[in-house]
């Protein structure tokens, strides 16, 4: 009986369906494919700048006039030193040869109208980072290739040990920078009293500090170390301790043109990475032909791609490293055991050394 009914019941929806079109089942909807990166289009952008270098074939860099460890002309004729070898690594990148410079030097006073009317490419010349020179100025900085900071320096007979012992000094100082004003609120907010002794430029202020024309000189602490190399008996004096402010410097730029802001700040950037790979100037051809690690393989161009966004060829780093150096080397030679300065590293080793400091640079990828 039960199994009558059921088959009733089939033949009863069988008829139902008859007279009707057969409907085909809707698809199934297909799957959305998984995103795993979204799509871009990358391509360089122009730069007026690297046209001007590549037709004249050199790069046209300002820096100081003679400032022992960062630009200084030797018995030759031939320019030497920190903010010198920026401008060398620049050359290489870009031309291919780190020897494609011309010098000119510039005072601190001038430094910045030279670069605005383009009588230089790059300003390489011991300048800090502020607010007012970045966005007043119509002027780039591209990075920091030094973290500095204003100090004293004075005779090691004061036995002095703090710049808050100098109520009612002569101070030799720098006219136009930041120096001087850095000097000002620092006495200020101190209550302090502190008599000027401005000069044009750091040569005047070591001579009138040696001539007790003054007390005590400030600057950085770069260019403080850098004076006293050179005075007569370097250890009758001594930076003090207290650093009065922040003075980040490096490479300044035009800011009517990003692209070449983006080749000077990539190629110190380059010489940073370099360090942290443990690539140098000697290792690396080698590095270049035996590297695995992806890093290492696109900063050398190998891999990747990427001197082409810079408008450069794929060997730009490679050169920048191979000519001139990584940024541990040009450290040590210029400024740091190699030298007359022997400057700490402190606040410029990487960020990753044992003993940390600030260096530290954004990916190539």
């Given at each position: 009986?039960?199994?009558?009914?059921?088959?009733?019941a089939?033949?009863?929806?069988?008829?139902a369906?008859?007279?009707?079109?057969?409907?085909?089942p809707e698809p199934?909807?297909a799957?959305?494919p998984?995103?795993t990166?979204?799509?871009?289009?990358?391509?360089?952008?122009?730069?007026p700048t690297?046209?001007?270098?590549?037709?004249?074939?050199?790069v046209?860099?300002?820096?100081?006039?003679?400032?022992?460890?960062f630009?200084?002309?030797?018995v030759?004729g031939?320019?030497?030193g920190?903010?010198?070898?920026i401008?060398r690594?620049?050359?290489?990148?870009v031309?291919?040869?780190?020897s494609a410079?011309?010098?000119?030097?510039?005072?601190a006073?001038?430094?910045?109208?030279?670069?605005?009317?383009?009588?230089?490419d790059i300003?390489?010349?011991?300048?800090?980072?502020?607010?007012?020179?970045?966005?007043g100025?119509?002027?780039?900085?591209?990075?920091?290739?030094?973290?500095d900071?204003?100090?004293?320096l004075?005779?090691?007979?004061?036995n002095?040990?703090?710049?808050d012992?100098?109520?009612?000094a002569r101070?030799?100082?720098?006219?136009?920078?930041?120096t001087?004003s850095?000097?000002?609120?620092?006495?200020?907010?101190?209550?302090?009293?502190?008599?000027?002794?401005?000069?044009?430029?750091?040569?005047?202020a070591?001579?009138?500090?040696?001539?007790?024309?003054?007390d005590?000189?400030?600057?950085?602490?770069?260019?403080?170390?850098?004076?006293?190399?050179?005075?007569?008996n370097?250890?009758?004096?001594?930076?003090?301790?207290?650093?009065?402010?922040?003075e980040p410097?490096?490479?300044?730029?035009?800011?009517d043109?990003?692209?070449?802001?983006?080749?000077?700040?990539?190629?110190?950037?380059?010489?940073?990475?370099?360090e942290?790979?443990?690539?140098?100037?000697?290792?690396?051809?080698?590095?270049?032909?035996?590297?695995?690690d992806?890093e290492?393989?696109?900063?050398?161009?190998?891999?990747?791609?990427?001197?082409a966004?810079?408008?450069l060829?794929?060997d730009?780093?490679?050169?920048?490293?191979?000519?001139?150096?990584?940024?541990?080397?040009?450290?040590r030679?210029?400024l740091?055991?190699?030298?007359?300065?022997?400057?700490?590293?402190?606040?410029?080793?990487?960020w990753?050394?044992?003993?940390?400091?600030?260096?530290?640079?954004p990916?190539?990828?």
């Amino acid at each position: 009986m039960i199994r009558r009914l059921a088959a009733s019941a089939v033949l009863s929806l069988i008829l139902a369906g008859c007279g009707r079109e057969t409907e085909s089942p809707e698809p199934e909807p297909a799957p959305a494919p998984k995103t795993t990166a979204v799509a871009r289009d990358f391509a360089p952008t122009p730069s007026p700048t690297l046209e001007a270098v590549r037709r004249r074939g050199h790069v046209r860099c300002g820096v100081h006039a003679g400032l022992a460890g960062f630009a200084v002309q030797d018995v030759r004729g031939v320019w030497r030193g920190f903010d010198v070898d920026i401008c060398r690594a620049v050359a290489a990148a870009v031309l291919g040869d780190a020897s494609a410079v011309r010098y000119r030097s510039v005072s601190a006073q001038n430094r910045f109208a030279e670069l605005q009317e383009g009588e230089v490419d790059i300003l390489s010349r011991n300048t800090s980072w502020t607010l007012s020179r970045d966005a007043g100025l119509g002027l780039d900085f591209a990075g920091v290739t030094y973290y500095d900071g204003q100090g004293f320096l004075a005779p090691r007979s004061l036995n002095l040990t703090s710049a808050d012992e100098l109520n009612g000094a002569r101070i030799c100082v720098q006219s136009s920078t930041v120096t001087e004003s850095n000097l000002a609120d620092y006495f200020r907010a101190r209550g302090l009293e502190f008599t000027p002794v401005v000069v044009d430029n750091e040569a005047d202020a070591r001579t009138a500090y040696e001539g007790e024309e003054c007390d005590v000189f400030t600057a950085d602490v770069s260019a403080l170390a850098s004076a006293r190399s050179i005075m007569n008996n370097p250890n009758a004096h001594v930076i003090l301790p207290t650093v009065i402010s922040k003075e980040p410097l490096g490479p300044v730029v035009r800011q009517d043109d990003p692209a070449w802001t983006d080749i000077v700040r990539w190629t110190v950037n380059a010489l940073i990475i370099a360090e942290e790979l443990g690539v140098n100037s000697t290792t690396v051809e080698g590095s270049r032909e035996t590297a695995s690690d992806p890093e290492t393989r696109r900063l050398l161009g190998v891999d990747g791609e990427l001197g082409a966004l810079l408008g450069l060829e794929e060997d730009w780093a490679y050169q920048a490293i191979a000519q001139v150096g990584a940024y541990n080397e040009i450290f040590r030679r210029n400024l740091g055991a190699d030298s007359g300065l022997k400057l700490e590293r402190g606040l410029n080793a990487l960020w990753s050394a044992p003993e940390p400091g600030l260096m530290y640079a954004p990916p190539v990828r």
